[in-house]
Each structure stands twice: as structure tokens, then as C-alpha cells.
């Protein structure tokens, strides 16, 4: 039987070439480094070229080593419908775990509580309590995929009711409902998480009459994307302050390059003059944690294997996202 032959699309690492080779053995050759050999059947790459994919004739699969697709990457694997988009969800639990602690933080106050001590200010111990609970309130989770799942499970010795917005087997006797139902629902909640991925069905779905409809109590955790939430109107709803507050980690804008990481506001409005929101540069993820590449590498084994022994393996809709 014929190698499979797999490239990944990364700086030479021969610890990870080695790992990912033993573990797949010999019906795999396995390849790493900027230049890709010419008769893979498998490229592992997020931010694929026509000029990277023009000489691979042999391509059967495109591996995306993370959550979601980039829009550019989509777009151009539309033209190429012989070849098989996957992707990985190897950041479920560094993405869950910091959704917990982005939203413990924010709900306790512990950010002005630091900034104002630093100052050797005490006033904050001697006010009202501005923090909350998690214990008992309701929350929804929007986006109900591994990173939901896995959120669930932190989540509950809080004894919260969890509803969930998903895609399919909705059932609201059972706290499940579709992304229809956002609007209508979302005034019931103390917590709202988004982990929804960009897709055409998800932009901007978070509107300004999805804010309004929540409670001045309501926090607001997103770690999805920022294209499924309208910039204005969540500026607006935390300016004003028609919700409690925000913890975001996805932004409308980001840096081209590596000299413009220092400088490069991350939206249009000026969400770093609120004192209602924690922002954090999308790194809930675990981008650049040792223990996340771990996981990616468990991860591309795990799917390696199974176009290994299903070379059908359904590949990701690109009409949906997913």
C-alpha cells in the first residue's frame, strides 16, 4: 500500500516531525518546513495561496490546525471542490478554561479592585459590593460545539441553569433553541457566552436590538468571533451601560504584520476608554503555549488516522462554515 504522503506547512521542527511519524508509522511520510513538496496528498495550512496550491495536483485534503476557516482560505477552496477542507478543535479546553477565568474576573470586579490598589487606593472594600455570583443565576451558551461542551462541564458545581443555542435538535422545553431565538430569549439570562464561528449565517447576529433586549445585569463573554457581534451596537450597549459589562478576546481589527503588533487599535470604536470591559488580544486560545501544541499534535494524529481508514471522511461544508 502506497504512503500517504503529508505536509505541514510550518518552520522545520524535527521534535514535532518525530512525533507525528512515530505515531502514524510508516503509511505515512511526513514533512514539515515553507517548502512544499509537489506530490502530497495532504497539506496542513490555515492561509492557503492559488500559487501554493497550483503545483499540488495529488492534494486530496487541506487541513485547517485550528477552529474555524479563514475567509480567504474558504473562498478560494470553492474553486477546488475535489479537495477535502478539514479542521481540528485541538483549544477546547485553553479556550473553555478562559472563558471561566474572563468571566470569574470580570463578575468579581478584580481588575479596577487591582488597578485602584496598585494606587494604594482601598476605597473598593469599603463600598457596595459591585460583584455577583455565579451560583444559581441562568446562563446561555451560544454556539453549543466541543468548546460549549467543555464549558458545561466547568461549569456546573455552580448549580446555573445552561441553555444552549445550537444548530440542530432544538428543543426549548429542553433550554435549546436556534440562533432565530436570540432576540427573544436573550433578556432571560445573568450570563451570555458567545463561541459562535464566523460563518454567513452568523455575521452580526448579535445586533442592537439583541442588547437592548438584555438585562442591565447581563454579562457578556466573547470568545467566538468578532464578525458575529455588530461593533456599534456592543460599544453603544457598554457605553451607555445597558448591560454590566464585556470580557472580548476577538476583534474587528488585528495587526497585518509584526511591526504593526504594538500599535494597531483593535476596532473602530474606542472600547479601551470603558471601564466596563476587559480586552484581551484573542489569545484564549492558548496561541504559543506549550501545552496547547501538545494538544494540536494529538489532534492532527487523530485525524490523520481517520483519513488513514475512511479516506470518504466527510470534509467541512463550505456553504455553512462547518
Known amino acids: 500500500m502506497p504512503k500517504l504522503k503529508c505536509h505541514y506547512y510550518r518552520d522545520s521542527n524535527n521534535i514535532i516531525q518525530d512525533k507525528l511519524q512515530t505515531a502514524l508509522g510508516e503509511s505515512y511520510r511526513i514533512s514539515l518546513g515553507k517548502t512544499i513538496p509537489s506530490d502530497i496528498q495532504v497539506l496542513i495550512l490555515a492561509y492557503l495561496t492559488e500559487e501554493k496550491l497550483a503545483p499540488l495536483l495529488d492534494l486530496k485534503y487541506l487541513i485547517i490546525p485550528f477552529v474555524g476557516v479563514p475567509e480567504s482560505t474558504s473562498q478560494l477552496m470553492k474553486k477546488f471542490p475535489e479537495v477535502k477542507l478539514l479542521n481540528i478543535h485541538h483549544n477546547a479546553r485553553p479556550v473553555a478554561e478562559n472563558v471561566m477565568a474572563l468571566l470569574l474576573t470580570g463578575i468579581k470586579h478584580i481588575i479596577p479592585a487591582d488597578r485602584d490598589f496598585r494606587k ?14 455565579l451560583y444559581k443565576k441562568k446562563l446561555l451558551i451560544c454556539g453549543y460545539g466541543h468548546i460549549g461542551r467543555l464549558l458545561e462541564s466547568f ?29 427573544s ?18 455575521k452580526a447576529v448579535f445586533t442592537k436590538n439583541t442588547f437592548k433586549a438584555m438585562k442591565k445585569s447581563t454579562y457578556f463573554v466573547n470568545v467566538g468571533r468578532a464578525s458575529t457581534v455588530d461593533e456599534e451596537a456592543l460599544f453603544h450597549a457598554l457605553e451607555q451601560n445597558s448591560i454590566a459589562g464585556a470580557a472580548l478576546d476577538v476583534w474587528y481589527k488585528y495587526p497585518i504584520d509584526p511591526s504593526e ?8 470604536f474606542p472600547f479601551h476608554t470603558l471601564d466596563n470591559v476587559i480586552m484581551s488580544p484573542h489569545r484564549a486560545g492558548g496561541l504559543g503555549m506549550q501545552e496547547n501544541e501538545e494538544f494540536r499534535a494529538e489532534e492532527l494524529i487523530k485525524l490523520l488516522k481517520k483519513i488513514e481508514n475512511n479516506p470518504n471522511l466527510p470534509g467541512i461544508n463550505l456553504k455553512i462554515g462547518y
Open 120 to 133: 494604594h487606593d482601598w476605597s473598593i472594600r469599603y463600598q457596595a459590593n459591585p460583584s455577583s455570583l
Open 185 to 202: 430569549i436573550a433578556g432571560n439570562y445573568d450570563f451570555i457566552i458567545n463561541l459562535l464561528p464566523a460563518t454567513e449565517q452568523t
Open 261 to 268: 503588533r504594538k500599535f494597531t487599535p483593535p476596532a473602530t
Open 155 to 183: 461549569l456546573l458545581p455552580y448549580q446555573l441553569t445552561i441553555d444552549k443555542i445550537k444548530r440542530k435538535d432544538i428543543n426549548s422545553q429542553q433550554g435549546i433553541y436556534s440562533l432565530n431565538d436570540l432576540d
